[in-house]
């Protein structure tokens, strides 16, 4: 009996039909770079302070030492969130008295910005912080936008699998494309924060399952040894090219609103691709429609201009891996050993923290010192030598220490930071960019290692339980982030720790380089320390 490999090796490992496939599908995963963390500008959080009502019977110089001052970064700064209580003010402005000279302000009584926020326009010109007033008591509510969002690819991810593999790779892909698209459109037109955030959820939703198609799709067309260049580099570097491009969109276009369609806009250009992109015959012969699977095999051998045989799909020929009876596995099995449950709570712990550095990192980056859009960019450009330099890593060293060393450097990096002088504000950049060039090595690497160290029979559940360990590391990221505003440099001191903590972590996990993939979860190698005790 011949399976699927064997029957299409006539039309070749990088056709013209591979390489239309390859470049298409990877192209797809452009707008999921700058959607994905479009938060950043959306959300942007620029200098702001009490408004003081032109109403308000104060005379020029007391206007002025209306807000009191406050320590922030070891300056003082004008206060963002308190002013003294005008009523006072306008008392002592009357009375013709001069404020410091005449009234010690420090004595004077405060009260919250009654009437709202005076936001600079250095930076952004709206951001649906300025719009819907997200500061002050209001200010958790921008980042549970963002985890907002992360949730909605959580959602996602349960949902994205299981539709294709009911409706067709193609299908889910271009309908969940269309999700994202749409919804981002409908969010352009958001009145209320709440309605922004509940339709980011649904962007989420789309913007995973799309990426999840797209993968599949690629790597079910693809052959064997494409196969791993379009998982580690086609789709990683996409997707850092999309996220390029959001700094610059958002350089030129300054209006929240204005960006988010111009953001959503380029989704409109993937749909030309329904008739150029193919369904996955594989699928299709998972569900006995063997003609349309051996049309589309035609199609290939056309385009790479080789003539097909004049039969190719044989039912009767072909593993039919559906009618074989199998024992079933459940998520139980994850805990069915000793050693299986060390590797997946391992695997779990690493693949949070490992989201938590990626994201925390990738939204900090308004809050570094310098121009937030150059800080942006650079944050994106350094994810292509980062994919880059692990493939290489996959292709020719060992697994654990590549995915230890990659942590390693990540995290130190990101301790080190606090240890950096205030005026050399360069050399603190340059540490936070190493430091998501190793966490985002790491994030590269763990997809293959992981799928490595599960068997056969429950690795798509495994690597399933650490994708959504993943996705709760992005959901709590941005509190990272938040936790700035109280110290900043204990997100990295948070990260770093974390970081260091799971490359240790790395060092006990056994190695798969080079290894055959286990079957059976007798099979499996066995954990550093589990191996001593047997």
Known sequence: MRDYEDVTAFLGEWGRFQRLVFFLLSASIVPNGFNGLSIVFLAGTPEHRCAVPRGANLSGEWRNASIPLELRGGRAAPSRCRRYRLAALANFSALGLRPGSDVELGSLEQEPCLDGWEYSRDVYRSTIVTEWNLVCDDDWKGPLSTSLFFVGVLLGSFLSGQLSDKFGRKNVLFATLAMQTGFSFIQVFSTSWEMFSVFFVLVGMGQISNYVAAFVLGTEILGKSIRVLFCTLGVCIFYAFGYMLLPLFAYFIRDWRMLLLALTLPGLLCIPLWWVI??????????????????????????????????????????????????????????????????????????????????????????????????????????????????????????????????????????????VPSHIRALSILLVMLGKFGITSAFSMVYVYTAELYPTVVRNMGVGASSMASRLGSILSPYFVYLGAYDRFLPYILMGSLTVLSGILTLFLPESYGMPLPDTIEQMLLVKGIQACI
């Open 278 to 419: 193919p369904e996955s015959p594989r699928w299709l012969i998972s569900q006995g429609r063997f003609q349309e699977a051996e049309d589309i095999i035609r199609k290939a051998a056309k385009t790479n201009g080789i003539t097909a045989p004049d039969v190719i799909l044989d039912p009767s020929e072909l593993q039919d891996l559906n009618s074989q009876k199998q024992q079933t596995y459940t998520i139980l099995d994850l805990m069915k050993t000793r050693n299986i449950l060390t590797i997946t709570i391992m695997s779990v712990i690493l693949w949070m923290i490992i989201s938590v550095g990626y994201f925390g990192l990738s939204l900090d980056t308004p809050n570094l010192h310098g121009d937030v859009y150059v800080n942006c960019f650079l944050s994106a450009v350094i994810e292509v030598p980062a994919y880059i330099i692990s493939w290489l890593l996959l292709r020719n060293l060992p697994r654990r220490y590549s995915m230890a060393a990659a942590l390693f450097l990540g995290g130190c990096v990101l301790l080190f930071i606090q240890l």
